[in-house]
């Protein structure tokens, strides 16, 4: 762990947070980033290696939060209003029959996961060549404002209307208006086919970035003195808008605003699937940015809560003992396949080949991709993480149902390897997003199988790939 990326304000209650990081286990439910900031300060700056609190990952729907920011900016200026009905905002997109439900749609209701549909039409959105379209042709079950159903396509629709508006990118809109003025740079987000950012996800940024959305908001739409957001906006943004009271447990049926949840207990939070988490309690002035992989998210609030709770608690706890995400190692260091180059079969990642090398003197192992083009290769350290950054078709892990796939994208990756005879397995930490994957290279006589074990995180047909040696 980086010194930058260790700071505990000798005020905290150790103990506090050491039950706190007991809750988790490596490999089930991780914290791989924490930072937590009292009004302006920071008091605590946590990521365990490989991990680290500048690294721009994927964090699902919490894109959602710096979505309606956008809307946010162009309401203030009256460039939109909340009460705007979606069939006026794309008229030359609608159904040849508009519904009655449909032309009660207003931008508040899309804002507030009210819009009527039955559940998400995301799945729609990304998978035709014109997003709005798509939108507006999916059936309005309920009545707009009586139905909530959480739902991406909606958030999707917002950048949509950014774009429709302003004549820009929602990355490149925000990048005006918000993330300039608060330091924010490096950001990707992922695009739907027809180019529309796809709003509700998609979105990477860091946990020092979350952090700075947490506080504008902490502050009513105030950054260092000058007003960015309406006070107005961020009261109602944070507000239970929507009834969600049938939506679950109980962080989840506290009421909805614009793409923020309120908290059960107090406060309001940004959530993205697997656990990220620009969490704000206003009474306490606190800020939380957590960034994981883990699949009980209530539980993570609650963690949460419990620790704001003890935070200053007095105690005598000399240590905190924090998660350790140990690298795989194996006595055998080659798997007698290395300095051969198999070409592989057609294959979704539009990989030609593979070769492996082995690197004695830094204890690390190579896997060099090539897709008649580039080459790639991808490091693993035997016992120790070794970083790498490959841009590839559908390597990294993504939920594949709601996000769109793009032709290229960025995997940063922390490996490490084992080997054994015919077999190398590269135990693979992703640093762009939350996930884990394993790969293993497996040679049967002159054939290559390469698995990429992904717990349903790839594209089915992206799991297995096949080569022979030339």
Not at 199 to 216: F, R, T, W
Not at 273 to 293: D, K, M, S
């Amino acid at each position: 762990m980086t010194k930058s990326d260790f700071y505990v304000n000798p005020r905290l209650s150790k103990k506090a947070l050491q039950n706190f990081f007991d809750k988790f286990q490596p490999e089930k439910n991780e914290i791989h980033t924490l930072q937590i900031y009292d009004h302006d300060s920071m008091v605590l700056r946590i990521a365990p290696a490989p991990y680290h609190a500048a690294d721009k990952r994927e964090i699902y729907s919490l894109s959602k939060s710096f979505c309606s920011t956008a809307i946010g900016f162009l309401c203030d200026e009256g460039k939109l209003s909340v009460e705007d009905r979606i069939v006026d905002l794309f008229p030359d997109k609608l159904p040849d029959t508009v519904s009655e439900n449909l032309a009660k749609m207003r931008l508040k209701h899309v804002l507030s996961m009210n819009t009527g549909h039955k559940s998400c039409v995301m799945y729609h959105m990304v998978r035709s060549e014109d997003a709005p379209r798509a939108f507006l042709a999916q059936e309005v079950t309920y009545e707009p404002g009586t139905h909530f159903a959480y739902n991406t396509g909606a958030t999707c629709l917002l950048s949509c209307i950014v774009e429709r508006i302003t004549g820009m990118k929602l990355l490149d809109f925000l990048t005006w208006k918000l993330f300039l003025p608060l330091g924010i740079s490096d950001v990707r987000w992922n695009r739907v086919p027809d180019g529309n950012n796809e709003g509700g996800c998609g979105i990477h940024v860091s946990s020092d970035d979350i952090v700075k959305l947490g506080l504008l908001y902490l502050h009513g739409g105030m950054w260092n003195g000058k007003r960015l957001l309406s006070e107005a906006w961020v009261k109602e943004a944070t507000s239970p808008i929507s009834d969600n009271s049938c939506n679950g447990t109980p962080d989840w049926c506290a009421g909805y605003g614009y793409q923020f949840w309120v908290n059960a207990r107090e406060g309001f939070r940004g959530d993205g699937a697997f656990g990220q988490l620009c969490f704000v309690l206003p009474e306490r002035q606190l800020v939380f940015a957590v960034q994981t992989e883990l699949g009980d998210m209530q539980a993570e609030i609650d963690a949460l809560m419990e620790l704001a709770d003890h935070l200053y608690d007095a105690d005598d706890t000399a240590e905190l003992i924090l998660p350790v995400y140990a690298p795989v190692s194996s006595d055998r260091k080659t798997a007698g396949i290395e300095n051969i180059f198999y070409r592989l079969d057609e294959n979704p990642m539009g990989w030609t080949g593979v070769y492996f090398v082995y690197d004695e003197a830094a204890a690390e192992m190579k896997a060099v991709f090539s897709n008649g083009t580039d080459q790639y290769p991808l490091y693993a350290g035997n016992g120790h993480f070794a970083e790498s950054t490959v841009w590839a078709k559908k390597l990294k892990p993504k939920l594949v149902d709601l996000m769109s796939t793009p032709d290229t994208e960025r995997c940063r990756m922390a490996a490490s390897y084992t080997a054994e005879e015919g077999k190398l397995t590269f135990a693979i930490r992703y640093l762009n997003c939350p996930h884990r994957n394993i790969y293993t290279f497996a040679a049967d006589g002159d054939l290559l199988r390469l698995r990429f074990e992904s717990w349903g995180k790839l594209d089915a047909e992206a799991v297995e790939l096949t080569g022979h040696k030339l």
